[in-house]
C-alpha cells in the first residue's frame, strides 16, 4: 500500500519535499514548517503564509505575486524565475542582526515589493528586475545587485558597505545617506553617484 504524499493544505511540517504546480492562490497557509523543500511552478498569488518557517528552500518558475509573509521566516532561501512583485518582506520575522536570513533572487521580477529597514546582509539579487523596491534604511552589508534593474528603488539610509552593484544600472544612491565604504560600482552607472553633489560631467571637447 503507497503512502500518501504530504499534503501542503493540511499537513504542517514538510521535510526534503518537492511541490511541483501546486496551485495556492489566495490560500491561508499558517503555522507550517517547510525545510529543504523544493517549489516547482508554483501559484502562491496572493497566498496568505502567515507564522510559517522555511529553511533552506529553493522557490523556482513559481508566481510569488502578493503574497504575505506576515510572520513568517526564512532561512538560506533562493528563489530562482519567480514572478515576486508586490511582496511586503518587512512584514516577516527577521532575527536582529540577519546573519540567518541569506535570501537569493535570481533572475527574478521583484519590483514593487518592500525591504524597509530589514537586516539583509548578504542579499544577492542577480540579473533581476527590481524597479520601485523599497530598501530604505535597511542594512545590505555585502549584498550583491550585479545585473540588476533597479530603476526608481529607494536606499536612503541603507548600510551598503562592501556591496556590489557592478553591472547594475538605473540606481540613485545617495554617498551623503548610505554607508559605502567598501562598495563596489562600474561605469558608466557609477556616475549617478554623483548627482548628491550638484556635479556636471562634461566632456573635454565641450564647448566653454
Not at 87 to 116: D, P, Q
Not at 169 to 175: E, G, V
Amino acid at each position: 500500500m503507497n503512502e500518501a504524499k504530504p499534503s501542503i493544505f493540511t499537513d504542517s511540517e514538510f521535510y526534503d519535499a518537492t511541490f511541483k504546480n501546486v496551485d495556492c492562490r489566495k490560500q491561508l497557509l499558517d503555522y507550517r514548517t517547510f525545510e529543504r523543500c523544493i517549489f516547482s511552478g508554483c501559484k502562491f498569488t496572493e497566498a496568505q503564509f502567515e507564522n510559517c518557517t522555511f529553511r533552506d528552500c529553493q522557490f523556482k518558475n513559481c508566481n510569488l505575486h502578493l503574497m504575505s509573509v506576515a510572520r513568517s521566516t526564512f532561512r538560506d532561501c533562493g528563489f530562482k524565475s519567480c514572478e515576486a512583485t508586490y511582496v511586503n518582506w518587512a512584514l516577516a520575522s527577521w532575527s536582529a542582526k540577519g546573519l540567518l536570513h541569506h535570501l537569493t533572487f535570481e533572475e527574478c521580477n521583484a519590483s514593487n515589493s518592500t525591504f524597509i529597514g530589514l537586516p539583509l546582509r548578504k542579499l544577492r539579487m542577480v540579473g533581476c528586475i527590481c524597479r520601485e523596491v523599497d530598501f530604505s534604511e535597511s542594512d545590505l552589508s555585502e549584498a550583491v545587485f550585479h545585473k540588476t534593474d533597479l530603476e526608481g528603488s529607494r536606499f536612503g539610509k541603507c548600510t551598503l558597505a562592501k556591496a556590489d552593484f557592478r553591472g547594475a544600472h538605473h540606481y540613485t544612491i545617495s554617498p551623503l545617506d548610505c554607508v559605502l565604504k567598501g562598495a563596489q560600482f562600474s561605469l558608466p552607472e557609477a556616475v549617478a553617484l554623483l548627482a548628491a553633489f550638484d556635479i556636471r560631467i562634461a566632456s573635454l571637447d565641450e564647448s566653454v
